[in-house]
C-alpha cells in the first residue's frame, strides 16, 4: 500500500490492526494488515488478534474476500507450518513468497509453480525491498477479491489420518513440500 509504519519484534508492539485502502484492478479494497505469527494456536495477544480475524470471530470486523499470505522465503520450511493452517480455513488465498531476492542470493531456488500446485493457490515471488513482483501480486489480489474461486477440491488438512501428534505432521509436511520445491 506504501503505508509506512514503525515495526519491532517484541510482544505488544503490533497488536493494532494496520487497514489501508488500496486500488486492486479499478476496485477500492481495505487491506488489514494483522500482527506477524507462526501459527493460529495462539500463545500471545498479537496472535489472538490475528486468528480472530482470520477465522471471522470479531463481531465488528466484516468477512475476509481474501487472504493474502505473506511468507519468508528464506525460511520457506518453518512458514509452510502457517500456511497449513491458514489454508485448511478454505478461504480464497494468495501467497506473497516475499525475500524471494535474499533467497536467491543465498543460492536457494523456489519453483513458484510447484509450490502453487501443492497450496492449491496463487503463489507470487515479491521482494518488498525491491519492489520486484509487487505488480504481479496486485494483479492477483485483484482477480482473487473479483472472482474468489469455489473451493471444489479444498485443500486437505495436513493432519488428517495422522493418529500421532498433529504438530508433528505438520511439520512433515512442510518439509515434504519445501523439499519439493526448492532447489540449494
Known sequence: T?????????PGVTVDLRKALIRLGGKRVELIDLPGLYSLDPLSVEEHVARDILTGKVD????????????DATQLQRNLFLA???LELHRPTV???NLIDAARSSGAAIDCDTLAAELKCPVIAVSAKTGEGIEALKA????TVADPLEVVDPFPCCTTGCSGCHF?????W??????ATTRS
Do not use: H, M
Not at 506504501?2 to 517484541?10: D, E, I, K, P, V
Not at 465488528?60 to 511468507?71: C, F, N, Q, T, Y
Not at 492477483?140 to 482477480?143: T, V
Open 60 to 71: 465488528d470486523e466484516p468477512d475476509l474476500a481474501a487472504v493474502l499470505l505473506v511468507l
Open 2 to 10: 506504501g503505508l509506512r509504519a514503525q515495526t519491532a519484534n517484541y
Open 140 to 143: 492477483e489480489l485483484a482477480k
Open 95 to 97: 501467497v506473497a513468497l
Open 168 to 172: 508433528a505432521a505438520r511439520f512433515d
Open 174 to 179: 512442510a518439509e515434504k513440500i519445501s523439499n
Open 84 to 86: 497449513s493452517e491458514i
